[in-house]
């Protein structure tokens, strides 16, 4: 088992009213096999039994899944490994006397809760406003009775594997949220079920994206470059003729 | 504690419909009246919420996580089973019903999983119509494929990420109800305890994660949908925030406990390789669908894998069950996985792992076929532990996963405490004492979606209740006493650190023993030792334990600290039960009750019965009830994977 020598310099903040900055760290000793936030873990406990309030940082299901946690780390959302979350992304990815600068998303629809803590529950208010199928439980019919080509149902899913940790948001020069909100218009306008409410689904979500305060797409594919899931731009081309078309009938 | 099953009369397919025309309704138009709370948003939280709120309840849900579409449910890969038979291979709903009591070797309640195996359908349907991209076959219908080892093809999959897919439906039609004002919702809100009014459910205190303000909730039915209790053990494949504290405090209050030594240990988790882990990381059991499971024959053999040759190595479950294999069920490969390890056939570092090996499958079907089978969950590996089983066997070794046990429920999911109800894992009622894979979405979907409405109109159509306010001196001593029990958490931690324990320091403590004393083998001598050791743990915990900042503040050190306390007083009614059960049965081993070929060994004469625990005072001993199983349609059998 082969250990890594570390500096972190990590954002600090006490809650959302108060002001923050970065606190450096030193760590010896990391195995390469601990995930990120057990380096982390490890950090918290050392600062614990020093009588220093430990850092706090949202986590959960440390499978890649729950999309809970995630921070930027050196200025890349998740880290520097390809299509992982933070909890999935390992010591073995550094090396001994590197700096690593651990900062939270930041967004302007974001609001730092505490240290790495953000507040992105702008999110669930988009899915809110229509990122669903208005079906009440029971009465629907035989899940056979809609055939859906197996192109289709994969097409649906690469779009459903977003979960909404928010790093596309964090990625973005504009503070976008396209990419999370068009996974969710991109699978549902894909299924037939999804398509008897499309447009008003696609106008619905849009403007509570732009009224949380989230910014516009200009192309950069920042957030594709740090999606956990890879999800592709193509559902945000897939959304603007969504929200197009709803507009021009809608209008 | 009276434990009235109100199991339904009639034929077993009959049951279900006989107890939905007995029960009592509600009309649309009173629903509004009527306030229920939910605590949690995993599957049985959130289809629960919207389900109730679509109904026209007023629905208030609570969740721990940011958001509730976090909830651990998420983390399920594998599939969920219904009895559709699309696949016309000879399924059925009384072949899922047979299946699955058999899988928990038969000490569950036969009313209650043959309700289970009819709604499975119904919840396949559900899903499919809000938008939940099933896996399907090229002409447009559904694809299932053959779980954990059943003989029928009934299990539909979403990748390997189906628990995302169908909490993330449930998800969106919480959302829809959220939106339209049919339910409130709070997240980052941790239960703390269960209000009581004239002996029935009316409210919960919870705090607020971010301020740490004590909040009181009434209502006129509270619903716990609050999962599992696998994190005792520390390690476990279950999230970090997964805990018992909601369950505990409803046992406090006078919530039966129901078997709560039945712990699911999952054979195909990455195995532990360090003293700073976190967490146990599952890999789906379908890889033992083509993966062979083996160890050297030779004790001590530390050659790489690839250099021992096929003469040398033990392929011990096909060699002990040559009809079923690599592909016998959970608690049977977990099993004898220790076995071989204690025989100090282990492989790896730490001699605490078996070897999974797709070298003949690759041989067999090529390396394409096998990645694309699998290829996530080999990526998934490599990225934790390095390694790539294309090249190498991959290494695995058990992982507590799924807790059977929870909080007793009558047939309508209601606990001893009249307007108290436990939904999915939070209660104990269809498993028995083993759970088959990809049914436990199957519950908590039916549990939320299709069962609990009818149990709450007819709660609210038969039960007369007072308004009662947060003002209520009920509601104002339970706060306090949560405070109070806040700060007696906080007391060390002022002045400095120095001879003082951490949280995580008892946990893994408690966890350990809880491993070594009460996992996949039990035997009196160990439980006894458990049971003397525990209450010195806890002792050093409440004198001890240092937890930084205060309590009015975001404080994730605290909120562990409380669910660690819960934890070590949880342990103790697990270990009395795995004492007081003399016999194996599913994930239950008694090392006293073995077959000559050391299989496990039930006793039905005296042990078809669920153990429930009622408590009886902080310094008293809890004392054991029994609800007698009777099977009228199933006759119990010995179960043999030979």
Same mark, same amino acid.
């Given at each position: 088992?082969?250990?890594?020598?570390?500096?972190?310099?990590?954002?600090?903040?006490?809650? #959302? !009213?108060?002001?923050?900055?970065?606190?450096?760290?030193?760590?010896?000793?990391?195995?390469?096999?601990?995930? %990120?936030?057990?380096?982390? !873990?490890?950090?918290?406990?050392?600062?614990?039994?020093?009588?220093?309030?430990?850092?706090?940082?949202?986590?959960?299901?440390?499978?890649?899944?729950?999309? $809970?946690?995630?921070?930027?780390?050196?200025?890349?959302?998740?880290?520097?490994?390809?299509?992982?979350?933070?909890?999935?992304?390992?010591?073995?990815?550094?090396?001994? *006397? !590197?700096?690593?600068?651990?900062?939270?998303?930041? #967004?302007?629809?974001?609001?730092?809760?505490?240290?790495?803590?953000?507040?992105?529950?702008?999110?669930?208010?988009?899915?809110?406003?229509?990122?669903?199928?208005?079906?009440?439980?029971?009465?629907?019919?035989?899940?056979?009775?809609?055939?859906?080509?197996?192109?289709?149902?994969?097409?649906?899913?690469?779009?459903?594997?977003?979960?909404?940790? *928010?790093?596309?948001?964090?990625?973005?020069?504009?503070?976008?949220?396209?990419? %999370?909100?068009?996974?969710?218009? #991109?699978?549902?306008?894909?299924?037939?079920?999804?398509?008897?409410?499309?447009?008003?689904?696609?106008?619905? $979500?849009?403007?509570?994206?732009?009224?949380?305060?989230?910014?516009?797409?200009?192309?950069?594919?920042?957030?594709?470059?740090?999606?956990?899931?890879?999800?592709?731009?193509?559902?945000?081309?897939?959304?603007?003729?969504?929200?197009?078309?709803?507009?021009? %009938?809608?209008? | 504690?009276?434990?009235?099953?109100?199991?339904?009369?009639?034929?077993?397919?009959?049951?279900?419909?006989?107890? &939905?025309?007995?029960?009592?309704?509600?009309?649309?138009?009173?629903?509004?009246?009527?306030?229920?709370?939910?605590?949690?948003?995993?599957?049985?939280?959130?289809?629960?919420?919207?389900?109730?709120?679509?109904?026209?309840?007023?629905?208030?849900?609570?969740?721990?996580?940011?958001?509730?579409?976090?909830?651990?449910?998420?983390?399920?890969?594998?599939?969920?089973?219904?009895?559709?038979?699309?696949?016309?291979?000879?399924?059925?709903?009384?072949?899922?019903?047979?299946?699955?009591?058999?899988?928990?070797?038969? &000490?569950? &309640?036969?009313?209650?999983?043959?309700?289970?195996?009819?709604?499975?359908?119904?919840?396949?349907?559900?899903?499919?119509?809000?938008?939940?991209?099933?896996?399907?076959?090229?002409?447009?219908?559904?694809?299932?494929?053959?779980?954990?080892?059943?003989?029928?093809?009934?299990?539909?999959?979403?990748?390997?990420?189906?628990?995302?897919?169908?909490?993330?439906?449930?998800?969106?039609?919480?959302?829809?109800?959220?939106?339209?004002?049919? =339910?409130?919702?709070?997240?980052?809100?941790?239960?703390?305890?269960?209000?009581?009014?004239?002996?029935?459910?009316?409210?919960?205190?919870?705090?607020?994660?971010?301020?740490?303000?004590?909040?009181?909730?009434?209502?006129?039915?509270?619903?716990?949908?609050?999962?599992?209790?696998?994190?005792?053990?520390?390690? /476990?494949?279950?999230?970090?925030?997964?805990?018992?504290?909601?369950?505990?405090?409803?046992?406090?209050?006078?919530?039966?406990?129901?078997?709560?030594?039945?712990?699911?240990?999952?054979?195909?988790?990455?195995?532990?390789?360090?003293?700073?882990?976190?967490?146990?990381?599952?890999?789906?059991?379908?890889?033992? @669908?083509?993966?062979?499971?083996?160890?050297?024959?030779?004790?001590?053999?530390?050659?790489?894998?690839?250099?021992?040759?096929?003469?040398?190595?033990?392929?011990?479950?096909?060699?002990?069950?040559?009809?079923?294999?690599?592909?016998?069920?959970?608690?049977?490969?977990?099993?004898?996985?220790?076995?071989?390890?204690?025989?100090?056939?282990?492989?790896?570092?730490?001699?605490?792992? =078996?070897?999974?090996?797709?070298?003949?499958?690759?041989?067999?079907?090529?390396?394409?076929?096998?990645?694309?089978?699998?290829?996530? +969950?080999?990526?998934?590996?490599?990225?934790?532990?390095?390694?790539?089983?294309?090249?190498?066997?991959?290494?695995?070794?058990?992982?507590?996963?799924?807790?059977?046990?929870?909080?007793?429920?009558?047939?309508?999911?209601?606990?001893?405490?009249?307007?108290?109800?436990? +939904?999915?894992?939070?209660?104990?009622?269809?498993?028995?004492?083993?759970?088959?894979?990809?049914?436990?979405?199957?519950?908590?979907?039916?549990?939320?979606?299709?069962?609990?409405?009818?149990?709450?109109?007819?709660?609210?159509?038969?039960?007369? +209740?007072?308004?009662? /306010?947060?003002?209520?001196?009920?509601?104002?001593?339970?706060?306090? @006493?949560?405070?109070?029990?806040?700060?007696?958490?906080?007391? @060390?931690?002022?002045?400095?650190?120095?001879?003082?324990?951490?949280?995580?320091?008892?946990?893994?403590?408690?966890?350990?023993?809880?491993?070594?004393?009460?996992?996949?083998?039990?035997?009196?001598?160990?439980?006894?030792?458990?049971?003397?050791?525990?209450?010195?743990?806890?002792?050093?915990?409440?004198?001890?334990?240092?937890?930084?900042?205060?309590?009015?503040?975001?404080?994730?050190?605290?909120? &562990?600290?409380?669910?660690?306390?819960?934890?070590?007083?949880?342990?103790?009614?697990?270990?009395?039960?795995?004492?007081?059960?003399?016999?194996?049965?599913?994930?239950?081993?008694?090392?006293?009750?073995?077959?000559?070929?050391?299989?496990?060994?039930?006793?039905?004469?005296?042990?078809?019965?669920?153990?429930?625990?009622?408590?009886?005072?902080?310094?008293?001993?809890?004392?054991?009830?029994?609800?007698?199983?009777?099977?009228?349609? =199933?006759?119990?059998?010995?179960?043999?994977?030979?």
């Amino acid at each position: 088992m082969s250990t890594i020598d570390l500096t972190l310099q990590i954002w600090r903040q006490k809650n #959302s !009213d108060s002001l923050g900055n970065l606190q450096t760290y030193t760590l010896t000793g990391i195995s390469t096999d601990m995930s %990120f936030l057990e380096m982390l !873990d490890v950090l918290n406990e050392k600062l614990t039994k020093e009588g220093k309030d430990p850092v706090a940082f949202d986590h959960d299901c440390r499978e890649g899944i729950c999309g $809970m946690c995630g921070s930027v780390i050196n200025g890349i959302a998740h880290g520097p490994e390809k299509e992982t979350t933070l909890c999935q992304l390992h010591m073995r990815n550094f090396k001994t *006397g !590197d700096i690593l600068v651990v900062e939270p998303f930041r #967004s302007r629809a974001f609001p730092i809760r505490k240290d790495l803590i953000v507040d992105r529950s702008a999110f669930d208010r988009i899915i809110q406003s229509g990122g669903y199928v208005s079906v009440n439980t029971g009465g629907t019919p035989d899940g056979n009775a809609i055939p859906i080509p197996a192109e289709t149902a994969e097409l649906a899913m690469d779009a459903a594997a977003c979960i909404g940790c *928010g790093a596309c948001v964090a990625a973005c020069p504009n503070g976008a949220a396209m990419l %999370f909100t068009s996974a969710k218009i #991109s699978q549902l306008c894909l299924l037939p079920q999804g398509k008897v409410e499309r447009k008003a689904r696609a106008l619905a $979500m849009v403007k509570i994206m732009d009224e949380e305060g989230f910014g516009n797409c200009s192309n950069e594919r920042e957030c594709e470059a740090v999606c956990p899931k890879g999800i592709s731009i193509r559902n945000i081309a897939r959304m603007n003729r969504e929200f197009i078309a709803a507009a021009l %009938f809608e209008g | 504690m009276e434990l009235t099953s109100r199991t339904p009369s009639g034929p077993l397919a009959e049951k279900w419909d006989n107890h &939905r025309f007995a029960n009592k309704l509600v009309n649309p138009a009173n629903r509004r009246k009527y306030k229920i709370i939910v605590v949690g948003t995993g599957l049985a939280g959130a289809s629960a919420s919207a389900t109730l709120a679509e109904q026209g309840y007023q629905v208030h849900t609570f969740c721990i996580q940011d958001s509730p579409r976090r909830a651990h449910s998420i983390a399920a890969q594998g599939g969920i089973n219904a009895a559709k038979n699309y696949q016309n291979d000879g399924d059925s709903i009384h072949r899922l019903f047979y299946d699955t009591i058999k899988g928990g070797d038969f &000490r569950a &309640r036969e009313a209650n999983v043959y309700r289970l195996a009819q709604v499975s359908n119904n919840i396949i349907d559900q899903c499919v119509a809000q938008g939940v991209p099933f896996a399907r076959e090229y002409g447009g219908t559904l694809a299932n494929r053959s779980f954990g080892g059943a003989q029928v093809s009934r299990t539909f999959y979403a990748r390997g990420q189906t628990g995302q897919q169908l909490l993330l439906g449930a998800y969106s039609a919480l959302s829809r109800q959220i939106h339209k004002g049919g =339910v409130k919702m709070y997240p980052r809100r941790e239960m703390m305890d269960l209000v009581i009014v004239d002996g029935r459910a009316r409210g919960i205190v919870t705090r607020n994660l971010i301020n740490g303000t004590l909040e009181n909730h009434t209502a006129d039915a509270v619903i716990l949908a609050t999962g599992g209790y696998g994190n005792a053990y520390f390690l /476990s494949t279950n999230a970090m925030a997964s805990n018992v504290t909601a369950s505990w405090r409803a046992y406090k209050q006078g919530a039966g406990f129901a078997n709560p030594c039945f712990v699911q240990i999952h054979p195909t988790c990455i195995p532990v390789h360090g003293d700073y882990q976190s967490k146990l990381t599952l890999m789906s059991e379908s890889l033992r @669908n083509d993966g062979r499971v083996w160890v050297p024959l030779a004790a001590g053999d530390k050659r790489a894998p690839s250099t021992i040759p096929e003469a040398e190595r033990d392929y011990f479950l096909e060699k002990k069950y040559p009809s079923f294999g690599n592909l016998v069920p959970r608690d049977v490969a977990s099993r004898n996985a220790k076995e071989q390890c204690d025989q100090g056939k282990g492989v790896g570092s730490t001699g605490l792992a =078996v070897y999974l090996d797709f070298g003949d499958a690759i041989k067999r079907d090529s390396q394409e076929t096998i990645l694309k089978k699998y290829g996530n +969950l080999f990526q998934m590996y490599e990225k934790i532990t390095a390694g790539n089983p294309l090249n190498e066997p991959m290494m695995i070794y058990p992982a507590v996963h799924y807790t059977m046990g929870g909080l007793w429920v009558d047939y309508d999911l209601m606990t001893t405490i009249p307007g108290l109800f436990a +939904l999915g894992e939070c209660n104990f009622s269809d498993h028995g004492a083993n759970r088959l894979g990809a049914s436990a979405l199957m519950q908590g979907l039916a549990d939320g979606y299709f069962v609990i409405s009818t149990s709450i109109a007819h709660y609210m159509g038969t039960t007369k +209740l007072d308004a009662v /306010s947060i003002t209520d001196p009920h509601f104002l001593s339970i706060q306090k @006493n949560v405070g109070d029990r806040l700060h007696r958490l906080l007391r @060390n931690s002022n002045g400095s650190p120095t001879g003082k324990v951490t949280v995580d320091e008892i946990h893994k403590e408690l966890g350990k023993l809880l491993w070594n004393n009460c996992g996949m083998a039990r035997n009196r001598q160990g439980l006894e030792e458990a049971l003397e050791k525990i209450p010195g743990i806890r002792e050093t915990f409440w004198d001890k334990v240092y937890i930084p900042g205060t309590g009015s503040e975001l404080n994730q050190s605290l909120e &562990r600290a409380g669910r660690v306390a819960d934890f070590l007083e949880f342990g103790e009614i697990m270990v009395r039960d795995a004492l007081t059960r003399e016999e194996s049965c599913g994930c239950h081993l008694r090392e006293e009750s073995q077959t000559e070929e050391n299989e496990a060994k039930r006793d039905d004469a005296n042990f078809s019965h669920v153990s429930v625990w009622e408590y009886k005072g902080d310094e008293e001993t809890p004392v054991l009830h029994k609800e007698p199983l009777t099977f009228e349609f =199933v006759t119990p059998s010995q179960r043999s994977y030979k």
